[in-house]
């Protein structure tokens, strides 16, 4: 019996997987409520899983029913039109439309400022010679880019995130439902001033972009755009956050490779592929579910369970990666699947492995002799389902 949400499952999830993988590799929860959630560990069945967008469904069975109910009555359903809970084809239309907004160009545009705030970041706590990662660095780093990104003023950040983190972890900061739809209005509210306002004068940021976006005539409607941003407000900073703090507590455990990162940046790239891999930022993928009966490894699974893949589980799959509980800075081959795979594959990813670039090599310029201040086993992490990230990362320095 593996219980996936404690505290010490968390600490280290690996060791339960590989044996899961071995032992169990499509693994039955059932919830407190009775119902079925199939864990999937094995990098080949992931896969399997991530590709078939025919038999694993974002939208369970029972709401594609003709008449069903599909969420339009609840005020979340202002926010839950997004293209991560979204089948083909209307994932296809919401994915075609915002791919027009968030473009190559406007991710590269990013770098300097990327750097300058990096560099900010640093400068706030440079004469301490000690911070705590994860607070004073890791979070308000791709927080600012995301929402320079999107052009939300930053004197609105504490509203933002409030808002925001009761729609993506209510457990974490203890809200009630009715707080949470409160937070779900204001949130609403304050985006849909945003688009008419960028509508009227547009602005050389990507809401101004979403508003205008359009293909034969289609657009995104009010309830659309209010979930692409609260999806790209979301995404862009929960992950980006996990990457920096699993990946600096790696480096920083292997003092070799970031002593030679500093004479060697070109490596950097690689390296973060390898972070990516070896602890990357998002454990299980969101929910899918099964539409029709199936049998996977023996074990059925009905229409209407719930699947997750377990993405930390198939990145260290040594059918696939050699010595794959090793943190090899020079893998060549290193198909790690850290940004999901098939038609949901991460739209973010190029702006996250910028990210992680440059906040890395500005640490390694600024802050050379960096150290872990805590032993890692005092660490601790979160214990939500589909992040994996610490709570703090004190370093000194
Ligand atoms: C290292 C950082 C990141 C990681 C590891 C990551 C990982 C992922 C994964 C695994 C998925 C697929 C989830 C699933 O299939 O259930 C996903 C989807 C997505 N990600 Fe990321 N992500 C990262 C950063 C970002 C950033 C910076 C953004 C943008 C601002 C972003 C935007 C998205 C969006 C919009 C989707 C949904 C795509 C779709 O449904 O078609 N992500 N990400």
């Known amino acids: 019996m593996h219980d996936l949400f404690s505290p010490r499952f968390k600490a280290n999830p690996f060791p339960h997987y590989a044996h899961l993988r071995e032992t169990e590799p499509v693994y039955c929860h059932v919830a407190p409520y009775g119902a079925h959630i199939w864990y999937i560990t094995r990098y080949e069945d992931v896969v399997t899983v991530l590709k078939d967008n025919e038999r694993f469904t974002k939208i369970p069975p029972y ?22 809970f979204a089948d083909p084809p209307d994932h296809t239309r919401l994915r075609r439309l915002v791919s027009q907004a968030f473009t190559p160009r406007r991710i590269e545009q990013l770098s300097p400022r990327i750097g300058n705030i990096a560099q900010t970041l640093i400068d706030n706590v440079y004469t301490n010679k000690k911070m705590d990662f994860i607070a004073d660095f890791a979070f308000p780093l791709p927080v600012q880019v995301i929402m320079e990104m999107l052009g939300i003023p930053l004197a609105d950040r504490e509203d933002v995130l409030a808002w925001s983190q009761a729609i993506i972890a209510p457990g974490r900061h203890g809200i009630t439902l009715k ?31 979403l508003v205008a976006a359009e293909e034969g005539g289609d657009r995104l409607n009010a309830a659309e755009l209010s979930s692409m941003v609260a999806l790209l407000f979301v995404t862009g900073h929960e992950t980006v956050v996990n990457l920096l703090g699993n990946g600096l507590l790696v480096l920083l455990q292997h003092p070799r490779v970031w002593n030679n990162l500093q004479h060697n940046p070109q490596q950097l790239p690689a390296v973060i592929e390898e972070l990516l891999r070896i602890d990357g930022p998002v454990e299980t993928s969101t929910t899918r579910w099964a539409a029709v009966d199936l049998t996977l490894h023996g074990r059925k699974i009905k229409a209407g369970d719930t699947v997750r893949v377990v993405l930390t589980s198939a990145n260290r799959d040594d059918r696939v990666f050699e010595a794959a509980d090793q943190f090899l800075p020079q893998r060549e081959h290193n198909p790690h699947l850290a940004f999901g795979l098939g038609i949901h594959y991460c739209l973010g990813a190029p702006l996250a492995r910028l990210e992680g670039r440059i906040a ?6 600024t802050l050379p002799d960096l150290t872990l201040a805590v032993q890692p086993s005092d660490l601790e992490w979160h214990t939500g389902v589909i992040f994996r990230g610490l709570k703090t990362l004190p370093v000194r320095w």
Do not use: C, W
């Open 63 to 84: 709401q594609k029913r003709p008449g069903s109910q599909t969420g339009g009555v609840s005020v979340f359903h202002m926010i839950n039109r997004n293209m991560l």
């Open 179 to 209: 707080k949470r739809k409160q937070h779900v209005r204001a949130f609403v509210a304050y985006l849909e001033k945003m688009f008419t306002l960028r509508a009227k004068q547009p602005e050389d940021d990507l809401i101004s972009a």
């Open 360 to 365: 890395l090599q500005t640490l390694l310029d």
